[in-house]
């Protein structure tokens, strides 16, 4: 009996020995596929980086005492800058001496970096290098959301860094502390971080209520939300308070109402708000803004919300008892239980969310990629050589193609699809 038991360990540590070399080498493939990808990105002539250009166009011009959100103010450039007045000043640093418009591309390789060594683990089992490595392929590689970042110039990779930075707080391991006071310090600072993100592309403001599935009491999740939201509405109040004329600027710039330059109200990208505005088109029902925003609603609760919200029932159903509490009082219960499955959470619901906004374009999904990183580490093997086909070497592989994903529902289809893959997987409820 007990050589059979022998037997019967020895040939569990060779299966895990095994496993554990198939997951190394998937990881370093998928690694591979990505440096190659980059490498390629990063040897391309310099014929892209406009919005580097134009960031830095604003600001000279600001540093002159010309509007920069009229674009005959801007140098060399038929574009519009995008961005809140406060973010002209915090800009200054970035863009004096021009060495950045110069050099981004290395630059954001390396900030790229720094976001894949911020993000946090959750409970995983595997190896530290090869998480490491894994989040790097992921975080530059996926959806080719880096590429669109590194071939734009976009300060999206800004937006990156400061998402991992509020991921690496909000999603620290709870404390023993009951009343959680140890980890409230850094999830504050965490919330506060978030809505800085979330302000500089004000459409993603709904993303501060993933927040609410942390694995925290009610009260202290509606605080960590007010201080994200206060964060938010800061620079919006900044800029009002101190840049009145450059405001009421930056607020016809967006809106399209100067005549005769872009606007970013006039841009058309892929996502689930197009879906519905092609689909009420072709029924002759294009001007009617009711049905448009109702089919819209309609296909994110279908796609995205329902099946998020189906898998969290999933999890929490077991606790529910009839009469002993309300379902949100379960949910919170629930997630205070399970701290591990509500920080995965909490994350799938900034990643549903980000799905959902009604104008993702093709650099914003370095900030999907992100999420996908924290969460794809700690799949099974199977889910894992799955996520990181449909994340990284499709899109990798159909770059080949100079159009790949331009103007295309590509990068918003895979993201879905690694999305619903994703929610296949029930966490560990520890």
Same mark, same amino acid.
């Given at each position: 009996?007990?050589?059979?038991?022998?037997?019967?360990?020895?040939?569990?540590?060779?299966?895990?020995?095994?496993?554990?070399?198939?997951?190394?080498?998937?990881?370093?493939?998928?690694?591979?596929?990505?440096?190659?990808?980059?490498?390629?990105?990063?040897?391309?002539?310099?014929?892209?980086?406009?919005?580097?250009?134009?960031?830095?166009?604003?600001?000279?011009?600001?540093?002159?005492?010309?509007?920069?959100?009229?674009?005959?103010?801007?140098?060399?450039?038929?574009?519009?800058?995008?961005?809140?007045?406060?973010?002209?000043?915090?800009?200054?640093?970035?863009?004096?001496?021009?060495?950045?418009?110069?050099?981004?591309? /290395? #630059?954001? %390789?390396? &900030? *790229?970096?720094?976001?894949? +060594?911020?993000?946090?683990? $959750?409970?995983?089992?595997? @190896?530290?290098?090869?998480?490491?490595?894994?989040?790097?392929?992921?975080?530059?590689?996926?959806?080719l959301g880096f590429d669109w970042?590194?071939?734009?110039?976009?300060?999206?990779?800004?937006?990156?860094?400061?998402?991992?930075?509020?991921?690496?707080?909000?999603?620290?391991?709870?404390?023993?502390?009951?009343?959680?006071?140890?980890?409230?310090?850094?999830?504050?600072?965490?919330?506060?971080?978030?809505?800085?993100?979330?302000?500089?592309?004000?459409?993603?403001?709904?993303?501060?209520?993933?927040?609410?599935?942390?694995?925290?009491?009610?009260?202290?999740?509606?605080?960590?939300i007010a201080v994200a939201a206060?964060?938010?509405?800061? /620079? #919006?109040? %900044?800029? &009002? *308070?101190?840049?009145?004329? +450059?405001?009421?600027?930056? $607020?016809?710039?967006?809106? @399209?109402?100067?005549?005769?330059?872009?606007?970013?109200?006039?841009?058309?990208?892929?996502?689930?708000?197009?879906?519905?505005?092609?689909?009420?088109?072709?029924?002759?029902?294009?001007?009617?803004?009711?049905?448009?925003?109702?089919?819209?609603?309609?296909?994110?609760?279908?796609?995205?919300?329902?099946?998020?919200?189906?898998?969290?029932?999933?999890?929490?159903?077991?606790?529910?008892?009839?009469?002993?509490?309300?379902?949100?009082?379960?949910?919170?219960?629930?997630?205070?239980?399970?701290?591990?499955?509500?920080?995965?959470?909490?994350?799938?619901?900034?990643?549903?969310?980000?799905?959902?906004?009604?104008?993702?374009?093709?650099?914003?999904?370095?900030?999907?990629?992100?999420?996908?990183?924290? +969460?794809?580490?700690?799949?099974?093997?199977?889910?894992?050589?799955?996520?990181?086909?449909?994340?990284?070497?499709?899109?990798?592989?159909?770059?080949?193609?100079?159009?790949?994903?331009?103007?295309?529902?590509?990068?918003?289809?895979?993201?879905?699809?690694?999305?619903?893959?994703?929610?296949?997987?029930?966490?560990?409820r520890t």
């Open positions: 009996m007990t050589s059979l038991a022998s037997s019967a360990d020895a040939g569990s540590v060779a299966a895990n020995g095994s496993r554990s070399r198939w997951l190394t080498w998937l990881i370093l493939l998928a690694a591979a596929l990505v440096a190659m990808s980059v490498t390629v990105d990063l040897a391309a002539e310099n014929t892209f980086g406009w919005d580097v250009r134009i960031n830095c166009a604003a600001v000279d011009a600001h540093l002159q005492g010309l509007d920069p959100y009229f674009v005959k103010n801007l140098k060399d450039t038929k574009l519009s800058y995008p961005y809140l007045p406060v973010t002209l000043d915090a800009f200054r640093p970035l863009c004096t001496g021009g060495f950045l418009v110069a050099h981004y591309k /290395p #630059i954001y %390789l390396v &900030l *790229a970096v720094i976001c894949a +060594l911020l993000l946090p683990a $959750l409970g995983t089992t595997k @190896g530290r290098w090869q998480d490491a490595v894994l989040r790097g392929a992921i975080v530059l590689g996926g959806f970042v590194v071939a734009t110039g976009n300060f999206e990779i800004l937006s990156g860094m400061l998402t991992a930075a509020s991921l690496a707080l909000l999603l620290r391991p709870v404390q023993s502390d009951e009343r959680g006071g140890a980890s409230l310090v850094p999830q504050l600072a965490g919330a506060a971080v978030l809505g800085l993100v979330t302000a500089f592309k004000l459409v993603f403001l709904p993303i501060l209520a993933a927040l609410y599935f942390l694995p925290q009491p009610r009260r202290r999740k509606l605080l960590l206060g964060m938010f509405a800061l /620079p #919006i109040l %900044l800029s &009002l *308070a101190f840049y009145p004329d +450059l405001s009421r600027s930056w $607020l016809s710039a967006i809106t @399209g109402q100067i005549p005769g330059q872009h606007s970013p109200a006039s841009e058309v990208n892929p996502s689930l708000l197009l879906i519905a505005s092609t689909f009420a088109g072709r029924i002759g029902l294009a001007g009617s803004k009711l049905f448009v925003i109702g089919l819209y609603g309609l296909i994110a609760i279908t796609l995205v919300l329902a099946p998020f919200a189906v898998s969290v029932w999933r999890m929490v159903r077991p606790q529910v008892r009839a009469g002993k509490a309300s379902l949100l009082q379960v949910l919170d219960d629930w997630l205070v239980d399970h701290p591990a499955a509500a920080m995965r959470i909490t994350v799938l619901a900034m990643y549903a969310l980000y799905l959902c906004t009604p104008r993702p374009k093709e650099y914003t999904f370095f900030q999907v990629a992100l999420y996908a990183a924290v +969460l794809v580490v700690d799949l099974p093997a199977a889910m894992m050589l799955v996520a990181l086909t449909v994340a990284v070497a499709i899109p990798i592989l159909a770059s080949a193609s100079v159009t790949a994903f331009m103007g295309g529902y590509g990068q918003l289809t895979l993201a879905l699809i690694c999305f619903w893959i994703l929610l296949a997987h029930e966490p560990q």
